[in-house]
């Protein structure tokens, strides 16, 4: 349907990439520089187009600019990807089998890189070894939980892990690199070039052939341009994964399609004060937010509800209830903990979503009976009041990583535990969650027991797209664009 109206999509952009030393994608929409890009109208209309800067790092394993990194994904494929469910897929690896600690990976055979030289797990080996050694690396983290990474035969890569985890095989996708450098790709693309242009063209070698044949990347210095190109016609592709505000003003055909992201809101509970130092105030707290009204007022729906803290998207919750509704006898036993206490509810003031969350949530709690003293603050201001614990509750956003482990937030010793919460009958679940004695269902049932923390929703990433491409599937907070090779263009 054609759009004549502003239309704005709230999401936020919390990767660890940025895309130029100048801008931070965190906080600007898709930040970088490169050559100011020509008027084309007169040269041939490629497939599909996307966004992308050779003045920056183009290396898929080292860059930190958000859109190389996943034009790139196009380029090097991985021994496994996340999909939807927040479950690992095989791409390069034939199969993945998990005995105690060691991952076996084992290759398909007859992979080729572009330059048609073999594929072997050496190689793989060798992008985890880069991965593991690269400061900037958004994938350094991952293979650092590895103790060992290595080839046990042309075909077989045995990954060892230093601790269990919940998701290992999420772990496994490093781009892979001929002897771990960017030189041959094993993608579905290769670069190339067309009119002088450079592009990105199907990979004859590739061992699934995409069904759009040819991607032109197109360059810009000036963030304002990126929405230009976009608005023109120019750009087909916009992805605004964990996303921020932005505003648009297009006549042409496109749509919006959202997708998992691992933005995670919630609402830090300060246990050493005294109205909700009891489980029982925390989780009353919990049953008295509307979370759903929330997620569907102050983000457009573009974000998951959930009580827990994990994405309601993982295949792992499925039949789950992850922000069921309160019966009215259930919402009145809630407000009777924490009816009459008077809470200094902080929340960082220099965003309008996270301000709307807040205030959605404060209005909760009053209704609840709770007298909530609302206080918005700057960066300055609201880092030292959670330093110094001056708050009741506070509002707060992370991201979860690939390993889908929240502990960080509410675990003993945390890094991200603000108020210093401790359990151990919690930490010992988590432990069990990770190690398969217990199921998911039980770590749920401990954590609603404790409440650490009140988790409010996860937001969706937000791709902007030309009406005429379809196919999108398997898009997750770490693979933006999915399976690409099942993209068409009507």
Same mark, same amino acid.
């Given at each position: 349907?054609?759009?004549?109206?502003?239309? &704005?999509?709230?999401?936020?952009?919390?990767?660890?990439?940025?895309?130029?030393?100048?801008?931070?994608?965190?906080?600007?929409?898709?930040?970088?520089?490169?050559?100011?890009?020509?008027?084309?109208?007169?040269?041939?209309?490629?497939?599909?187009?996307?966004?992308?800067?050779?003045?920056?790092?183009?290396?898929?394993?080292?860059?930190?600019?958000?859109?190389?990194?996943?034009?790139?994904?196009?380029?090097?494929?991985?021994?496994?990807?996340?999909?939807?469910?927040?479950?690992?897929?095989?791409?390069?690896?034939?199969?993945?089998?998990?005995?105690?600690?060691? &991952?076996?990976?084992?290759?398909?055979?007859?992979?080729?890189?572009?330059?048609?030289?073999?594929?072997?797990?050496?190689?793989?080996?060798?992008?985890?070894?880069?991965?593991?050694?690269?400061?900037?690396?958004?994938?350094?983290?991952?293979?650092?939980?590895?103790?060992?990474?290595?080839?046990?035969?042309?075909?077989?890569?045995?990954?060892?892990?230093?601790?269990?985890?919940?998701?290992?095989?999420?772990?496994?996708?490093?781009?892979?690199?001929?002897?771990?450098?960017?030189?041959?790709?094993?993608?579905?693309?290769?670069?190339?070039?067309?009119?002088?242009?450079?592009?990105?063209?199907?990979?004859?070698?590739?061992?699934?052939?995409?069904?759009?044949?040819?991607?032109?990347?197109?360059?810009?210095?000036?963030?304002?341009?990126?929405?230009?190109?976009?608005?023109?016609?120019?750009?087909?592709?916009?992805?605004?994964?964990?996303?921020?505000?932005?505003?648009?003003?297009?006549?042409?055909?496109?749509? &919006?399609?959202?997708?998992?992201?691992?933005?995670? &809101?919630?609402?830090?509970?300060?246990?050493?004060?005294?109205?909700?130092?009891?489980?029982?105030?925390?989780?009353?707290?919990?049953?008295?937010?509307?979370?759903?009204?929330?997620?569907?007022?102050?983000?457009?729906?573009?974000?998951?509800?959930?009580?827990?803290?994990?994405?309601?998207?993982?295949?792992?919750?499925?039949?789950?209830?992850?922000?069921?509704?309160?019966?009215?006898?259930?919402?009145?036993?809630?407000?009777?903990?924490?009816?009459?206490?008077?809470?200094?509810?902080?929340?960082?003031?220099?965003?309008?979503?996270?301000?709307?969350?807040?205030?959605?949530?404060?209005?909760?709690?009053?209704?609840?009976?709770?007298?909530?003293?609302?206080?918005?603050?700057?960066?300055?201001?609201?880092?030292?009041?959670?330093?110094?614990?001056?708050?009741?509750?506070?509002?707060?956003?992370?991201?979860?990583?690939?390993?889908?482990?929240?502990?960080?937030?509410?675990?003993?010793?945390?890094?991200?535990?603000?108020?210093?919460?401790?359990?151990?009958?919690?930490?010992?679940?988590?432990?069990?969650?990770?190690?398969?004695?217990?199921?998911?269902?039980?770590?749920?049932?401990?954590?609603?027991?404790?409440?650490?923390?009140?988790?409010?929703?996860?937001?969706?990433?937000?791709?902007?797209?030309?009406?005429?491409?379809?196919?999108?599937?398997?898009?997750?907070?770490?693979?933006?664009?999915?399976?690409?090779?099942?993209?068409?263009?009507?």
């Amino acid at each position: 349907m054609k759009k004549t109206a502003v239309l &704005i999509i709230m999401a936020i952009l919390l990767s660890l990439c940025s895309c130029a030393p100048v801008y931070d994608p965190r906080t600007e929409l898709i930040g970088a520089y490169g050559e100011e890009q020509e008027n084309t109208e007169a040269l041939p209309k490629y497939d599909l187009s996307l966004l992308y800067y050779p003045d920056m790092d183009t290396n898929p394993i080292t860059t930190d600019c958000y859109a190389n990194s996943e034009l790139l994904k196009l380029v090097y494929s991985p021994a496994v990807r996340v999909d939807d469910k927040l479950d690992p897929v095989c791409v390069l690896a034939e199969s993945c089998d998990i005995s105690g600690l060691t &991952i076996t990976v084992r290759l398909k055979s007859g992979l080729l890189f572009s330059d048609g030289t073999p594929v072997t797990a050496k190689d793989a080996a060798a992008s985890f070894a880069a991965a593991r050694a690269s400061d900037s690396s958004p994938y350094r983290r991952q293979a650092e939980l590895f103790s060992s990474c290595y080839a046990a035969d042309s075909l077989t890569l045995v990954c060892v892990l230093s601790e269990p985890q919940l998701c290992p095989e999420a772990l496994l996708d490093v781009p892979i690199m001929k002897n771990g450098k960017d030189a041959a790709g094993c993608g579905p693309y290769v670069f190339s070039e067309r009119n002088g242009d450079t592009v990105l063209a199907a990979n004859e070698t590739y061992f699934d052939a995409p069904s759009v044949k040819m991607i032109t990347l197109l360059e810009t210095k000036r963030d304002d341009a990126v929405t230009d190109l976009f608005s023109s016609g120019e750009l087909d592709l916009l992805s605004l994964p964990g996303g921020e505000s932005m505003s648009l003003t297009s006549l042409r055909d496109y749509k &919006i399609i959202s997708y998992p992201s691992n933005s995670f &809101i919630y609402l830090d509970i300060n246990v050493q004060s005294e109205p909700l130092s009891s489980a029982q105030a925390r989780r009353a707290v919990s049953v008295c937010v509307d979370r759903k009204a929330i997620a569907s007022r102050s983000f457009v729906d573009l974000a998951d509800a959930t009580e827990y803290p994990f994405n309601p998207h993982w295949s792992a919750l499925e039949g789950s209830d992850c922000a069921p509704e309160y019966s009215a006898e259930q919402k009145a036993e809630a407000a009777a903990l924490i009816s009459g206490n008077k809470l200094k509810f902080i929340y960082p003031s220099d965003s309008d979503i996270k301000t709307a969350v807040a205030q959605s949530a404060a209005e909760n709690l009053n209704a609840a009976g709770a007298d909530i003293d609302l206080v918005g603050l700057d960066d300055e201001a609201f880092e030292s009041a959670v330093k110094s614990k001056s708050y009741d509750i506070c509002l707060c956003e992370t991201v979860i990583s690939r390993t889908l482990d929240p502990t960080f937030i509410y675990g003993t010793g945390g890094s991200l535990n603000l108020s210093g919460f401790e359990d151990g009958e919690l930490d010992e679940a988590f432990l069990s969650l990770k190690n398969g004695s217990l199921k998911i269902n039980g770590y749920l049932t401990v954590f609603s027991l404790k409440t650490p923390i009140v988790p409010l929703l996860f937001r969706r990433g937000v791709m902007y797209c030309d009406n005429a491409a379809s196919g999108f599937t398997a898009q997750s907070p770490w693979n933006s664009l999915g399976d690409f090779c099942k993209v068409t263009i009507d």
